[in-house]
Structures are given as structure tokens and as C-alpha cells.
């Protein structure tokens, strides 16, 4: 990884290498969804802060939180673990 690639990709990759750490599937389950709820308060934090006009150029974009919303989303789809708390 580079500091060229989108901040989601980085961030990402950092995701999976915790992830192959999980002992369970639900363990698995607990950090992507506790990380999901992260990043969706974190992207209402940032349209707050739009609305107010604070958003920094150099910081993340909406582009950065809908991409990383969405490959936590993707993850925690595709491991079918019913059942965990």
C-alpha cells in the first residue's frame, strides 16, 4: 500500500490483517460490525461538519466513508454467521 491509494483501501487492507487474527467467525462478526457502527457515526460526524462547511480538503471525503461503509458491509455479508451476539 501506498499513501497514493484511497484512504479506504488502506484502511481496508489494516482491517483484514486484524481480522485474520479472529480466533471465530463470530469474533469475526463482533469487529466488523463494532467497526461499521464506527465508521457510520464517524460519516455522520463528517455531514455535520459539511453542513457547518468545516470539512477540510485534505481530510476524508464522503467518497472515503461510503467506500469503507461499504467494505465493512461487503465483509460481514459474505461470512454468514448466524447466531453470534
Known amino acids: 500500500m501506498t499513501a497514493t491509494e484511497p484512504r479506504s483501501q488502506r484502511y481496508l487492507a489494516r482491517l483484514d490483517a486484524v481480522l485474520t487474527q479472529a480466533q471465530t467467525d463470530c469474533e469475526v462478526a463482533r469487529i466488523l460490525t463494532r467497526e461499521l ?3 457510520e457515526a464517524l ?3 463528517f ?3 459539511a453542513e ?3 470539512v477540510h480538503p485534505e481530510g476524508p471525503q464522503a467518497t472515503d466513508f461510503f467506500l469503507t461503509i461499504c ?4 465483509r460481514l455479508a459474505v461470512l454468514h454467521s ?4
Not at 467494505?71 to 461487503?74: C, D, L, N, T, V
Request: net charge neutral; proline share 5%; glycine share 10%.
Open 37 to 39: 457502527n464506527r465508521w
Open 47 to 49: 455531514l455535520i461538519e
Open 82 to 85: 448466524p447466531g453470534c451476539a
Open 71 to 74: 467494505g465493512i458491509s461487503k
Open 52 to 54: 457547518a462547511d468545516e
Open 43 to 45: 460519516y455522520k460526524s
